[in-house]
């Protein structure tokens, strides 16, 4: 299988709608889980993982069982599955609303007598529509959505890769509803400064120093797939330190830089792989040492 194969074409202007949606029906699943797994630092109790079929919420606790929801992309499935051996799904396609995705849930939910009690409104996307009225994000291409889970399953396995790379605290790689981003984070073990914040997203996100490194699918900013770092907090002169490969640029992200990879510009490349490597190092690289992170000790030496 070729690179290309591996790294398919997909820019944000092929999918807007779709992903519109499915943005969507992952926040309402997302929510789910945030309302009923137990906290952890820095909300990695509330993020979603890559599986070899779609995305998926992991294992959650409710009223003495388990629970898990799929999405499946390969036959574009939401499936609900119990640790009592029941096995629930509805099927994806174009023209199912969220309200619609919401309702379906909500009624497998009860049935399997699951608690489901969540904000039922969008987190920080372009319309605040409740989830249960919302008929205007409706679109739903499975080819595009199989094309960007196929790049999320390439890139889950690269960050796995590199994360492995280091000693310290290191999150596990998985996703963020919010954005709708990939993401795997290194902490230095120091607190981070005082934030000027009542947020508490940012409060629990931020309390400790950071290098994060993740891949988004583009949003109005940047209006195509990135992979992207950035150091918290961020040392002066950052933006000066030399990236990898040639193509990875600094840029200004609310008055912090940020390290910034196309997606198209590795692509079509001999090694994509190596290349994503080589700009997640790099902007570590770039972080650690002005930070002031004790570098050689956190390097795990290859066998």
């Known amino acids: 299988m070729s690179d290309q194969t591996l790294f398919p074409e997909l820019p944000l202007s092929e999918w807007t709608k779709t992903k519109e949606t499915l943005h969507r029906y992952l926040q309402i699943v997302g929510k789910l889980r945030l309302s009923l797994m137990p906290k952890d630092n ?18 959650i606790p409710n009223r003495g069982f388990t629970f898990e929801i799929l999405f499946d992309f390969i036959d574009h499935e939401l499936n609900v599955y119990t640790s009592k051996g029941e096995r629930h799904f509805f099927k994806m396609k174009d023209g199912l609303s969220v309200a619609e995705f919401y309702k379906k849930l909500a009624a497998i939910l009860e049935e399997l007598n699951i608690d489901f009690n969540i904000r039922a409104e969008p987190y920080d996307l372009s319309d605040n529509i409740p989830f249960d009225q919302c008929t205007m994000h409706h679109s739903y291409d499975k080819e595009a959505v199989h094309k960007a ?54 409060l629990e996100a931020y309390s400790h120093e950071v290098i994060s490194f993740g891949f ?45 990879l196309l997606y198209e510009d590795i692509r079509t490349t001999k090694n994509p792989k190596r290349q994503i490597l080589e700009f997640l190092e790099s902007s570590y690289q770039a972080g650690a040492k002005l930070a002031g992170w004790d570098i050689d000790s956190l390097k795990v030496n290859p066998k």
């Open 42 to 59: 820095h909300w990695w109790h509330i993020t979603l993982y890559v599986t070899s079929r779609g995305i998926a919420t992991g294992s």
């Open 149 to 202: 889970w196929k790049i999320l399953v390439q890139v889950d396995m690269v960050l796995k890769e590199f994360s492995g790379k280091s000693y310290s605290k290191t999150c596990p790689v998985h996703i963020y509803w919010h954005h709708l981003d990939l993401v795997v984070t290194r902490f230095s073990g120091k607190k981070g400064p005082k934030l000027e914040t009542t947020s508490q997203v940012e």
């Open 216 to 260: 988004w699918f583009g949003d109005d900013n940047i209006k195509e797939p990135a992979f992207y770092s950035y150091t918290y907090p961020s040392p002066e002169n950052i933006d000066k330190e030399p990236l990898q490969p040639q193509s990875a640029k600094w840029i200004d992200a609310n008055g912090s830089p940020m390290a910034v």
